[in-house]
C-alpha cells in the first residue's frame, strides 16, 4: 500500500520559513511527478509547486521567489521550502504524488500567525 507521509508542519510568525517533508513508499520513486497543495477550509485544494521526474519544476504565481520544490530520489522524499511566509500561506500542505496513478498524503499544518 502507497504511503505519503508529510511533516514540517507547525507555527510560524510573519516573515519566518518552514521546511516540508513528505516521504513516499513508492517502488520507483524517481517517475513520479511530486506536487505539493494546500488547503483553507471551505475552499478548494490548490495547487503549490511541481516538480517532474526530470526536476523541471513548476510554482503558483502567489508563491513564486518564496518557494523551493525539490526532491531527493534515493531517499523517495519531496521537499518544500518555504520562505517569507505570509498569515495567507496558512493552510493544511497535502503532498501528491501522480504517474499514472495519483496518490496523495495526510496533510500538515501551516500556520502563519504573530
Known amino acids: 500500500q502507497v504511503q505519503l507521509v508529510e511533516s514540517g508542519g507547525g507555527l510560524v510568525q510573519p516573515g519566518g520559513s518552514l521546511r516540508l517533508s513528505c516521504a513516499a513508499s513508492?517502488?520507483?520513486?524517481?517517475?513520479?511527478?511530486m506536487r505539493w497543495y494546500r488547503q483553507v477550509p471551505g475552499k478548494q485544494r490548490d495547487f503549490v509547486a511541481s516538480?517532474?521526474?526530470?526536476?523541471?519544476?513548476n510554482y503558483a504565481d502567489s508563491v513564486k521567489g518564496r518557494f523551493t520544490i525539490s526532491r531527493a530520489n534515493a531517499k523517495n522524499t519531496v521537499f518544500l521550502q518555504m520562505n517569507s511566509l505570509k498569515p495567507e500561506d496558512t493552510a493544511v500542505y497535502y503532498c501528491?504524488?501522480?504517474?499514472?496513478?495519483?496518490?496523495w498524503g495526510q496533510g500538515t499544518q501551516v500556520t502563519v500567525s504573530s
Open positions: 501528491n504524488a501522480n504517474y499514472i496513478q495519483n496518490y
Open positions: 513508492l517502488s520507483i520513486f524517481s517517475i513520479y511527478t
Open positions: 516538480i517532474t521526474s526530470g526536476g523541471s519544476t
